[in-house]
């Protein structure tokens, strides 16, 4: 008889119990997934201005300002954290007010290296004309920029015959976006043909033409693909850069020229 009240005892609280579990149970919620940000690409804004006055910014608001002979024609008045670049003193990329006053850090006219936080800046000898590279007093010099994953090289007024190896090996082999003459900045050169051999030697894959004239400018249009933008800046993506050396035409006439080389207007 006891053993059966038991039995019945035990039954019962088994029931409570089986109720208890299912009145407290939780189904499982598998966790929400997070989409993986797609990463924003790397760009480089920029302004050319006239002779071989460019500007260079990033997304952050970082500025290089490169052969600057006339301030007014900048997108906006110099800042103590802007660089300074300037190849040679000649008054067609110098203005000795403008560089005297400037606040934040340069290279004038000096062959050295520059690094501020992750840019970095090389300085390097090169001559205005075909005559040999001056070891004490250069006259011109090559800017060999590294800017938000970009390498960038402003070529000033080079007028040698052909880089150096010593250049080239401080250039190096993958140049994103080069500035650079296409007229002959000394020496005789009746074809305008330096100028080019020069640029292939570096062989950006973006070239925007400096000190130009319009028959060296058809000339570089029949060698490469070509396009304009008539905008005062043009913010170009890393991964949209050009697989072969292409011609981006900048600056107060580019419509003009795009029109006589048939260029198609840039998209960027």
Known sequence: ???????ALLAVAAVALAGCSGATSTPTVAP??????TPTPATV?????????VELMDSSGRRILIDVYDPTLL???ARATDILLTTHTHSDHYLESFEQSFPGKKITNKTTELNVGDIRIKSISA??????????DPS????VIDFDGFRIVHGGSTGQLQLTSDQLTAIGSHVDIAAMVLINT??????????MNLIKQVNPKLLIPTHFSLDTMKAAGKTMPA??????????????LPAQMSLLILGNHAGDFGTILSAPESTW
């Not at 008889?1 to 039995?7: A, I, N, V, Y």
């Not at 396009?227 to 949209?240: E, G, H, L, M």
Request: contains cysteine; glycine residues 4%; aromatic residues 6%.
């Open 1 to 7: 008889m006891r053993t059966s009240r038991w039995t």
């Open 32 to 37: 929400t997934a997070v989409p993986t940000p």
């Open 45 to 53: 804004t920029v302004a050319y201005e006239g002779n071989c006055q």
């Open 75 to 77: 997108t906006s008045p």
């Open 127 to 136: 001559s205005h004309s075909d005559a040999p590279i001056d070891p004490v």
């Open 140 to 143: 011109n010099h090559i800017f």
């Open 186 to 195: 000394g020496g005789l050169d009746p074809k305008d043909e330096k100028a």
């Open 227 to 240: 396009t304009f933008s008539a905008k005062k800046t043009v913010t170009i993506p890393r991964d949209q």
